[in-house]
Structures are given as C-alpha cells and as structure tokens.
C-alpha cells in the first residue's frame, strides 16, 4: 500500500551535516519503497503552523519537534530519535527551562505517537531515564544506515606509517584532545609512527603527526576516509550539558571503504563498533596498557578486520535496511 | 547423616531450579532438605514440587510463605523499602530455626539469600554455598548484599557462579578474606538429536521466557522486515516458546502484549507458550538466542548443542564462553540484516551439520568442566 508522506526536518540542504545527510537517506528510502513523498524544511516554529498535514497519511520528523509543536494528529507521527535532543538539559539556559517544564508533555507525545524510531539503545534508556515507558512494539532501536551505494573495499595495508582520520566538530564532547592523547600513547606503546588528520587547525603533538584539513569538501572528506587506517571518534558523555554521541556516523561513513573505527565507550558508539570485528572500542577503566595489547591483535589480523568492517558496513548499515523498516512501520 | 538445606530462589520451575535439582545428585552421604517460597499459595509451586520428588524420592520438601514485596525488588525498583524492610526482618527470623538444622546449606539465588545472609549476620556454625545463578546486582536492596559477607558466621563460605564471567563479577563485589570462589556450568538433560531432514522447510525456534532483554522483539522485528527473503530460503515457522514466568514489575510489565502486535495473519511467528525442552529441540532446526544483555550462562545454548541443534546467538556475557567460532552464528543485538543473514545461512542443512559436530564438542567440554567442579566441592563440603 502507498499513500503519502510527509518528512519534516530543521535540517536540509544546502546545510550540510547528519541531519542532512539523514533525511536525505531516509526520502530516498521511502522513494525507493514507492512512497509518495514531500519534504517540509522548517526552520523556524512558525513554519511549523504552516504544514498542510490533512494531505498526509503519515508524518516523519527528523526531529521530533515538529511533531510535538504541530497541530495534527499525534498518531500520525513517526519520530526519528538521534540522540541529544532528547535530554532535558540543554548550556541554553531558555531551552533547558523549557524542556524541564514541558518534560511531561514531551514524553506524554513520544508515547502517544504511532512510532519512535531509536538509533540507539543508549538514547532509547536516556529517555526512559526521564520517565517514558516503552511499549516494544511502537519503540524500535534502530542503528543508523547510511547510502552505501559509492562504498567500495579498499584494502590499505599498514606500512609503516598508521594514518588516523577523525572527522568531526571540534566541540568538547567530541574529545579530540583525548584522542591526540590517546594516539600518543599507541605510537609509544607499539613505536610506530601515526598521523592524525584533522578538520581543526588548533591542535599540535610533539608525538605524532596531525594533518589539519580545514573545510573538507564532500570528495576530500571521501579521500581522506580510503587513505586512512582508522577513523577515531572518542566521544564523551556530556549529557549533563545537552550533548553525547547518539550512533556515530563517521564509523559508518568510514567503514563503507572497510576502515575500522576506535571508539570510546560513550554513548550509542559501544552499538555501533564491536570488537574485533569492524573497530575497537577503548575502555578508560581498563587502561591504556589493556587497549594497546588489543588493537595490537587487530592490527595483526588488519586485512580481516578491513574486510570484515566493510562488509559489516555494507550489509548491515547499508540504505536498503532502512527502506525494509520503513515497509513495516509505515 | 548431615543434612543439606537447600534454599530454592522461587516456586516456579525454571532453568536455576532445574539446574540445582539436578546437581544435587551428584552430592552423596547428605540428607536433603528443600525449601522452597511461595508468594501467595502453595500451588505455585506444585510443578517444582513434582519435579523435586522425581529427582529426589527421599528428599524432604517445606514451603515457605515469602513475602510479595521482597520477591518483586529483583527486577523492579520500588519506593516502599520501610515497608520492605519490615517484611524482610520478620522474614528473618521464620527461617532462622530451618537454617539452623542444617551442617550445609546451600542458597540458590539472591531472593533467598539476601535474608539467609542476615540470618547468618546472627551466626550459623554450619558451612555455605551461595550459588549466584545471576550477575551479582548493584540495584536496589540487592546492592547491600554484596556488603553483609563480611559479616556473616559461616565456618567456610563458597561463592559458586555458573559461568567465569559471573565468577569475576562476584569477585570483584564481595570483598571477604575465606570466602572460596569457584564456577561450574549448570546442568543440561540429556536429548535425543532430530531426526532426519525436513521435507517442508526449516523451523527457527526461541526458547525464553517473555522478557525485554531476551531479545524477542528483535527477532520479531527481523521477521516483519524480510519474511520475503526468509520464506524464498526456506524457513517455514519461528516458533517462539516461553512465557512472562515472573510476577515481578518494571519493564517486564506488558512485554508480551506489547510484542503480540508484531504478528499478523503472514506472518511466520508461533507463539508456543512454555513447552518441556525435548519437545522444543525435537521440533526446531535452528535456535535463536537472541539476547540483549550478557546472559550469566545462557543454558539453552548448551542445550542447542545437546539436542544437536544449529546455533545464532549474541553471545553476551558467560554464554560467550560456551561460543567458539565454528560452534554457532554470532550476531549482533539490533543488527537485523544479520540475524537475516544467518537464518538463511542456517537453511543450508551441510552447514548446520557443521555447526552441529562443533557443537557436540563444546558440550563436552561443559561436561568435562561440571566433573572437574564436583571433584572440587567434595573436599569443600567434607
């Protein structure tokens, strides 16, 4: 059955980031399924009142404000939950006022939607956390799926250089510090030479090398994953200001070309990365000794771990999934 | 004769009291005494009961009235501890007189240990084997536990895990100079292997009570999202065997309504409600052990690989130390496309022969490890 659906998002091109990236993924899914789709880009709450929803049978928001602050139907809507949206704590002291007085109402809406799709266990508990009761037919966890259709197996052998790709914000929760740090130490503990490729200019290692890469465009930040060994995204659990690391999506943006990820074990990423098998997951309480020895094993087995993390990539976060579930919960 | 008191965790039969019934055979030279709670009547533990006699002719069984608010902080947080706290204090002193009877006692499970560890804070001369059937829990009451072994009276004190992974925990919790720390797989009754190929298509069985972190929901999912895929390999039913066994609250509560709506009139779901163990392993090709989160021990892997019957789990927790590669499917927890993936893998019947043959060897293993323990325990309890 086709009818059709509408997909709210705050973020569209020719803004550039998740979000985006996302939606985009996610109307191609539905197009694929043969779905009828229109994409509403608000950007502001007024735009919101604006939304011929009568239109449509069903209603998909990105973020779940639209759906709360819009005025149809509540059972229409299929929320998309990344992550730190969903925190009642926000630096904004405006914001964190408002979600702490309208807390209720908000759960009260996730409950009485027709379907709240979890990207991960992690923000699916984080919610719980504050109240929310889950019914396990109307809540999914769902990780995230990215297009894979450009993806392709590159088998880059570690001579002896280990290059290291970490493409994200530089915000505090993104820990970059804590993985020039952490690099650091692999390069001593296993005297191997490492490079670190940024997209911020401020950082420096007397240690190892870090490549700055300002701005990266689509097909840079494309290159820069095939060439690399690893991608590092050592996030930190900032929930307490409004921020933590809901999937991970560079580990899937870098695993399509089979490159395994080294991650913290914050936030959704310990779903994402599984050890051993398309990346490493570094545990602060086991130390850095501990975490040395294991990527030591894994860079022993590194052509496996290429192979199995692309694979993995593709078959289990490639698009495709997506439209399957979009086919049942629709 | 000394005699054993053996403590049972709840009056419901399932894997923990199966495992002990049928351990204690292997202890010789003791009278055994069991005791096991109700909630509310004695009939709730009727199927416990026969089950015991069958084992265990000479066995005395005493029923003991355990109070419901106790029973349900296991799963569940609550906010009535003084209430709690009254009944667990009175309950303390109802089994203070059946504890002292005994040279051995043995407490399978924290429900019942938490006030048996009180009761030993008052002193016991005899010895203990307090048997965690589950990681020991930080949660509620349950956290102090872990405390009260510093106190107790015990002459000796055995902490016994089902898995090593249990054991470490344990380790790290309870902090006390003579207390023994050992692990011994728990039981599995002997099958008999399938028999011959099926001619109209693979049969996916789970066994598991109806509990969020079992999984079920994921496999459910799984199912909705690529029936096609898995009719066209050949799977003609995912028989789903268990039920909500537990009358506790939390997230439990309204699991198997919730789940229930995944199944509509395509779909390859059977809900089977609880069914003896043979009769599952004699109807199923493949078991999913779908769990979300790490198992203590996961004994219907052992017994998949009793029964001879190809294997996909996640194999979280103590249950991965009865997984080597080539004796079962890993999976991922969520990861749907992959439990997809090997399913149809499993519709091959030359690997499922694969996956069987590996599997009879780990089962040796378990046995091997279960003997090594008894030999041990002998000179414990001496």
């Keep these: ?330 | 004769m000394k005699g054993l008191g053996v403590f049972i965790n709840s009056p419901y039969l399932g894997g923990a009291e199966r495992s002990i019934i049928s351990q204690l055979k292997e202890i010789q030279g003791y009278k055994l005494s069991f005791y096991i709670p109700f909630l509310l009547e004695e009939s709730e533990a009727s199927e416990l009961i026969s089950h015991i006699k069958s084992h265990h002719a000479n066995g005395d069984i005493n029923l003991i009235k355990f109070p419901s608010s106790l029973y349900k902080i296991s799963r569940s947080q609550t906010k009535k501890i003084p209430f709690i706290l009254l009944s667990l204090i009175l309950f303390v002193f109802h089994l203070r007189e059946n504890i002292r009877k005994h040279d051995v006692i043995w407490v399978n499970g924290n429900k019942i240990g938490l006030p048996i560890l009180l009761n030993l804070i008052l002193g016991f001369k005899g010895k203990m084997v307090y048997h965690l059937r589950d990681y020991p829990s930080k949660d509620s009451l349950f956290k102090y536990i872990w405390r009260l072994f510093r106190y107790i009276k015990a002459e000796e004190v055995l902490v016994l895990a089902n898995s090593y992974d249990v054991q470490k925990k344990a380790e790290s919790m309870i902090l006390r100079s003579n207390v023994v720390f050992d692990t011994c797989y728990n039981p599995i009754d002997a099958m008999t292997a399938k028999n011959g190929k099926q001619e109209d298509g693979i049969v996916i069985g789970i066994a598991s009570m109806l509990a969020p972190w079992k999984g079920i929901h994921s496999v459910l999912l799984c199912e909705a999202m690529y029936r096609f895929e898995l009719v066209a390999a050949g799977i003609r039913a995912i028989n789903i065997y268990g039920d909500d066994i537990y009358a506790t609250e939390g997230e439990n509560k309204n699991y198997k309504k919730d789940i229930l709506k995944f199944v509509d009139q395509d779909s390859l779901i059977n809900f089977k409600g609880r069914v003896a163990p043979q009769k599952i392993f004699s109807d199923i090709d493949v078991l999913v052990h779908p769990s979300l989160k790490p198992e203590p021990f996961g004994r219907v892997v052992a017994e998949a690989y009793e029964s001879q019957t190809a294997l996909i789990t996640t194999g979280l927790g103590g249950s991965g130390e009865l997984i080597l590669d080539d004796c079962a499917i890993r999976i991922i927890p969520y990861d749907y496309s992959g439990l997809k993936d090997a399913l149809i893998r499993c519709c091959d019947e030359s690997f499922r022969k694969e996956l069987v043959q590996s599997g009879n060897k780990m089962s040796q293993n378990i046995k091997e490890q279960q003997r090594d323990f008894w030999k041990r325990l002998e000179r414990f309890i001496a």
Excluded at chain 1, 91 to 119: A, D, G, H, P, V
Excluded at chain 1, 199 to 226: C, F, G, P, Q
């Design chain 1, 1 to 330: 059955m086709s009818f059709k659906v509408l997909v709210t998002t705050p973020d569209y091109l020719p803004r550039k980031g998740g979000l985006t990236t996302y939606t985009i993924d996610l109307v191609e899914a539905l197009r694929e399924a043969n779905y009828d789709v229109d994409i509403y880009h608000w950007k502001k709450i007024s735009d919101l009142k604006l939304i011929k929803h009568q239109r449509y049978e069903k209603i998909i928001n990105i973020n779940y404000t639209a759906g709360y602050l819009g005025d149809w139907d509540r059972s229409k809507n299929i929320n998309i939950i990344h992550g730190s949206e969903i925190l009642f704590h926000s630096n904004n002291l405006l914001k964190k006022i408002y979600k702490k007085i309208f807390k209720r109402r908000i759960i009260t809406f996730f409950e009485k939607s027709q379907r709240n799709i979890f990207i991960s266990e992690f923000t699916r508990n984080k919610l719980v956390d504050a109240g929310f009761k889950i019914d396990y037919f109307r809540d999914i966890i769902f990780h995230n799926c990215i297009n894979t259709n450009n993806g392709e197996f590159v088998n880059n052998d570690i001579g002896d250089l280990l290059k290291v790709c970490c493409v994200v914000r530089d915000t505090p929760h993104k820990n970059i510090h804590g993985a020039i740090s952490l690099l650091e130490e692999l390069s001593e503990y296993l005297n191997l030479k490492v490079q670190l490729s940024l997209n911020s200019e401020r950082y420096s290692s007397s240690i190892i090398t870090i490549k700055k890469n300002h701005d990266l465009s689509d097909v840079s930040r494309e290159e820069l994953y095939r060439e690399s060994h690893f991608n590092i995204l050592l996030s930190l659990d900032h929930s307490s200001s409004g921020y933590y690391e809901g999937f991970g999506l560079t580990c899937l943006e870098a695993g399509k070309y089979g490159v395994p990820s080294i991650v913290s074990r914050f936030g959704g990423l310990p779903e994402n990365v599984h050890d051993g098998l398309n990346g490493i997951v570094f545990d602060d309480r086991q130390g850095v000794d501990d975490f040395c020895e294991r990527i030591k094993i894994l860079i022993g087995d590194y052509s496996n771990t290429r192979k199995n993390t692309y694979e993995h990539t593709i078959n289990s976060h490639g698009r495709h999934n997506l439209k399957k579930l979009l086919e049942v919960v629709l």
